[in-house]
């Protein structure tokens, strides 16, 4: 019998809320999560740093009390809570399964940098001394590490780093192993904490930043017209992938089913994107072959939608290109319009709400859509919510450097 591999738990850390319904119920009232900063003094930098998707209200204490929870960097501190979170979600007992059986997959970009790295640089630099645990928190691997500590993992641990597709990649090899028969259960997801004033600059310098002069809840707005650029975000998402039969032996609540999984990478250029859209089809093609499906078959699409002109016409070209004529017929939104361009976790985020938009049968909004931009001319579900049948999800990533994930959920049932 072929193993199959489904969705038990849900853990979110986010700018419009921290925990699955807070997020949820924000997602679908179209409530933006984007504002001024205030964890970065943004008042010399250039106006286009202005507008950032923050995680408030995040108690660290929460989550990692002590010592641990006051040195781990912030980009682990949310991995860790979003994992609690997704594992008391399934009612996973980890006595349930040896603890080789159970894994770690977590994706992320900028890692420990913000609140590690560059203030233990800035402290070398004035010959002052570097904390000790600096090189234990800032690397990649420092959030798998200690989500893996904390639920007592045995079992393979690993950290992608492919930007903005990682945190889908993650959950994509979590559903690999679990199919393969190598575990049982793995806590796969994102997480990104990206905010600081040198990283705004650097996303400034190449032109990538939303350019909008209104309120910063408005900055974000995926394949509308007047978008300029991304809005750089912060947060986590975590997910426990089990193998069904385990989760049905144990009562536990599926939320999906993974079918598919495809990649594709464009191998062309570090910012340009190939706007024929012919790398997202083939991404998306192949996971709709995967999962045994035909196009027809798609009722929703998770865009990767960043706001930026260029990628969001070629994700709309290659939706086209990969569901033909039934792209028209089929509902589409992007959860970056609320919670910014939170690079790894983002993708991971989508996999949350395409959970939830298969139990609740109910599609978020893309927000801040005003005027459609003739090369978009597809349904973006625009700021307000919608109820619809779904009972599958194409979820796509798209990362800087061409590389692309989709992904195919169905409902268990």
Known sequence: MKRRAVITGLGIVSPIGVGTEAFWNAAVAGRSGLSYPSIVDASKLPRDCHNVGEVKGFKVTDWMPGVVGKMAARFSQFAVAAAAMASADARLDEGQFSPREFKVSIGTAAHGL????????????????????????????AATSHVAIAHGVRGQTTTFATACAAGLDAI????????????????????????????????????????????????????????SGLVLAEGA??????????????????YARIEGFGCATEGAHLRKVDETGEPVARSISAAIQNAGLSPLDIDYVA?????????????????????????????????????????????AMQVVSS??????????????????????????????????????????????GGSHAAMILVRAD
């Open 355 to 400: 959970c939830l938009i298969l139990r609740d049968q109910i599609v978020h909004p893309t927000i801040n859509y005003d005027v459609a931009d003739p090369e978009c001319d597809l349904d973006y579900v625009p700021n307000v919510a919608r109820l619809a049948r779904v009972r599958s999800v194409l979820i796509h990533a798209h990362s800087l």
């Open 172 to 227: 994509g090899w979590a559903a690999a192993e679990v199919e393969a028969g190598r575990a049982k259960a793995v806590l796969a997801g994102g997480t990104e904490t990206p905010l600081s004033d040198f990283i705004l600059m650097s996303f400034h310098s190449v032109g990538v930043l939303s350019k909008w002069q209104g309120p910063p809840e408005e900055a974000s707005r995926p394949f509308e017209r007047s978008r």
């Open 114 to 141: 913000t609140d590690v790295h560059e203030p233990n640089f800035a402290a070398f630099r004035r010959g002052e001394s570097v904390v000790p645990w600096m090189c234990l928190e800032d690397p990649a691997h």
């Open 303 to 347: 865009a990767h939608g960043n706001s930026m002109l260029d990628y969001d016409a070629a994700e709309t070209a290659g939706i086209k290109l990969a569901l033909g004529p039934h792209s028209w017929n089929v509902p589409i939104s992007s959860l970056k319009s609320m919670c910014g361009q939170s690079l790894a976790a983002g993708s």
């Open 237 to 254: 998402a975590v997910v426990v992938v089990e193998d069904e039969e385990h989760a049905r032996a144990r009562g536990a609540t599926i």
